[in-house]
């Protein structure tokens, strides 16, 4: 019990010193990289630390963490993939024209009324 809040006494100053840091190393990063290009390229005034470290929190807030979390959810490019693994044949040939007919629908609304030069269908 006693090496235990040993370690602990030990670790959280250990961690809180540790997480100061980083903040700072990231305040001083974010404010040299303003600073350096900012106010050459678009006139914008200097920043001072205070304003880089908020600005940090911000994008933290806005964009989201540092890397520790993996988001789950949509990824661009795998979201179509799961719900045609589940159709049958005919499903997905109804879906493929279903979305056709929606094209060819959209793109005969964007002209005007004026029909689209048809394609032959390939098969």
């Not at 670790?11 to 404010?31: C, R, S």
């Amino acid at each position: 019990m006693a090496g235990k809040l040993i370690k602990i006494l030990f670790i959280v100053p250990l961690a809180f010193l540790g997480m100061l840091l980083f903040a700072f190393i990231g305040g001083e990063i974010v404010l040299h990289l303003w600073n350096w290009l900012m106010p050459p390229l678009f006139s914008w005034h200097e920043l001072t630390f205070w304003q880089a470290l908020g600005l940090l929190a911000l994008c933290r807030v806005l964009f989201g963490g540092f890397g520790w979390h993996r988001r789950r959810g949509f990824r661009f490019g795998t979201g179509m993939g799961g719900h045609f693994g589940r159709m049958s044949p005919e499903e997905r040939d109804r879906f493929r024209q279903s979305v056709r007919d929606y094209c060819r629908q959209a793109v005969h609304d964007h002209l005007g009324g004026a029909s689209p030069e048809p394609k032959p269908e390939e098969h």
